[in-house]
């Protein structure tokens, strides 16, 4: 069977679900997995592993910061040409893309499917280290050591490599693919990226589903999509002479005060809810009582209901730290006040286990020997599942210590070629 | 009786005062005011009062930040050359200055006093403001309000007035003064000017007195200084993902725990004993739980048995901190640890109120019809003390809220003339 052969058959498969508006029957994983096409491409993948490791080292040396994500966009349109999409771009919000045509793209002699379905494929391009941080790759075996290797920007080569192969052979799909490299998933980016593709850009109206790699498990399928709410607090106060006003209220103390209670708070394991401090920041001098000092709070939960009791404590914790430092201390130049302000508000939600997108994931990843585990998460998926697009966060390979400076990934050579392998037949099933 | 004839006089009773080795008795202080010299002095002061305001607008406009007082230092630099002084220069340090040549200098032909005493008057170009921060001078009624107005580019201003003042009234001293305009005195920069001028500079075997024009009251004189201890204290953990690594130990969690504890101190009001939580920064982002956050912390008392054992507890919180926060979440990716870095250490001690020095500027202060009042700060004049140099601060005129904001000096006619007429009998005085 020829990769011709392999289109027909997906065509195939692809027609008879949309008459019966069935769920993919499994054998369809099964079928994509051992025709003869994929068995190319993975050959393929294996003969492009070198090709790989140079791309996610190259890339991840290139700082991402948050907001400043530009010079590796740049670089990662660059490789998006080379693998030969076609309408290669930067969009207005900064995310880099292009497409790959599906059949009826190739079917209609001016090659555009302007007006069809397209299974969005993203891997973010932001990391969460800020501009100074020493990106350099430190190879420890097979593992890469460097802040942002893994998250998320081992997808971002693992998305390179999966294009070629699919180029190398041939295959077809029936729809057109979009492969973004977006800007803005990581803290105050709060998304920004898919928001503006699913919102505003040129492909809004027809994305009609969504893959984001940007998770570490193979057998992993986030379907669920985390709510979180982000707070920027701002205690502000008089301010004044470290010794001459000594007495009056300190904003740092509010703070500190307000960041000990929150820390003592008790969450529950399940339905798993979290906090963090995330940036402290304020003053301008040691021996000067602050004006002005603020924290940056990240507050998320599988439950609706937990977060929003969660945010409730950590309001109340803000007012009562204020209130007791200003009868702590003097006010006669003036109160602590806190400025809360919502800086992060992403939608929970979820994309059905018995819905198409997750089936066929579920198969493929069945297919490959592992076991499906659905979870949820907090991801460039949430913005879909909000807008009640059918959205899956995926794999990208193992890797550990996300958001630390010593964060790494694995790419021992087997492995990394079956979670290329895995991501592949997921895209591959969703663009049928 | 001219200039020159109250030259002698300051002269007769200079060369009295060194035969007996006696205090200088309060008689100088009345002559000196009640001179024609001085009164014309006054006269060009009441004159020079639109000058001097345009002036202390004027420096207050330049920034000058802890380590950025260059902009602020060349400017007066050009001023100190503009009121006639000597050898006007900046120093390696930054400090800018000029020679007021005494009567040994003007006896001699070559107009040089090499080796004779010399009384430094400084007062300091830094303010504690951040770059960015808007220093446009508000007027209102008599008040200018801006951030550093008062502290200390108030004794910039009343210093060239001063200056001036002396030339118009060809006013003369026995030793040669040195007028400086100096760096470093606020925060980290932990009296680096005066350190430079009184330990490497040209100057510095010839400095034998030193006043700084540094506080408020004219009636106070600061000739205790206030010890203080400078701290900053690195909080570093293991970070990681917010969500993902929810559990580990957070180092924010301790710092605020710190704060908390810290700003729950008592400490006593007699000897007075402070301590302020002055700057706040760390983490990178606000889904990632930090790697590091630290605080810079002041804390004085005019008696170092009292400070001493306010660093002790401090240190002790800060390991109890740790400690608990190492207790109440996962060590497995690593322990929180701090690290306590002294970044200032000003020595406290005296200038006895028995010392000349003490005891002329008292009679100035008498002479005015003020109260005398003796206090400890922490100013320049620490550095000659620990040195024992005899130094004064004195004051430069009404000013509130130093280190705050909303800072503001009174520049009233008749009372800022007043406080530059007791500060020019004082450096009088001291110069004879």
Same mark, same amino acid.
């Given at each position: 069977m020829n990769s011709r052969r392999f289109l027909l058959t997906l065509c195939v498969i692809a027609a008879s679900i949309a008459a019966a508006? %069935? #769920? *993919?029957? *499994?054998a369809s994983a099964d079928a994509i997995v051992r025709s003869p096409g994929f068995v190319a491409a993975s050959d393929f993948l294996a003969r492009d592993y070198d090709q790989f490791v140079r791309e996610l080292i190259s890339l991840t040396e290139i700082p991402a910061p948050p907001f400043k994500e530009q010079a590796r966009a740049a670089s990662f349109l660059q490789s998006l040409r080379a693998s030969g999409l076609t309408d290669v771009e930067m969009d207005a919000e900064g995310n880099v893309m292009g497409v790959r045509r599906g059949m009826s793209a190739v079917a +209609? =002699?001016? @090659?555009? +499917? %302007? /007006?069809g379905p397209i299974l969005a494929v993203l891997a973010h391009l932001d990391t969460v280290f800020p501009e100074g941080t020493d990106v350099h790759v430190k190879r420890d075996g097979t593992k890469l050591r460097a802040p942002g290797v893994g998250d998320d920007t081992r997808a971002l080569a693992l998305m390179l490599m999966i294009i070629r192969a699919m180029n190398a052979a041939h295959l077809q799909t029936v729809n057109d693919i979009l492969f973004v490299g977006n800007v803005g998933e990581e803290g105050e980016g709060d998304l920004r990226g898919a928001k503006f593709l699913l919102l505003k850009g040129k492909y809004k109206d027809r994305i009609k589903s969504f893959i984001s790699? !940007? @998770? @570490? !498990? #193979? @057998?992993?399928?986030? /379907?669920g999509a985390l709510g979180s709410k982000r707070y920027r607090v701002t205690f502000k106060g008089p301010g004044g002479h470290s010794y001459g006003a000594f007495g009056l209220v300190n904003p740092a103390f509010a703070m500190g005060s307000a960041i000990a209670k929150f820390s003592s708070l008790k969450v529950p394991a399940n339905p798993k809810t979290t906090f963090n401090v995330g940036v402290v920041r304020g003053g301008t001098s040691v021996n000067a009582i602050p004006t002005e000092v603020s924290m940056d709070v990240d507050m998320r939960s599988e439950s609706p209901d937990a977060l929003n009791k969660l945010v409730a404590e950590f309001q109340a914790i803000v007012r009562e730290a204020v209130k007791e430092e200003n009868a702590a201390r003097s006010t006669k130049e003036g109160k602590i006040e806190a400025d809360v302000k919502l800086i992060g508000d992403r939608p929970s939600g979820e994309t059905p286990v018995n819905a198409p997108l997750v089936q066929s994931a579920t198969a493929v990843v069945k297919t490959f020997a592992l076991t499906p585990q659905y979870s949820i998460s907090s991801t460039d998926s949430n913005v879909p599942i909000s807008l009640g697009i059918p959205a899956i966060t995926i794999g990208r390979g193992a890797s550990e210590r +996300?958001? =630390?400076? !010593?964060e790494w990934t694995d790419v021992e050579k087997a492995s990394a070629v079956k979670a290329a392998q895995v991501a592949l037949a997921i895209v591959l099933a969703a663009a049928q």
């Open positions: 508006r %069935a #769920q *993919p029957p *499994p +209609s =002699a001016g @090659g555009a +499917s %302007a /007006n790699i !940007d @998770g @570490g !498990d #193979q @057998g992993n399928i986030t /379907n +996300s958001h =630390a400076l !010593d």
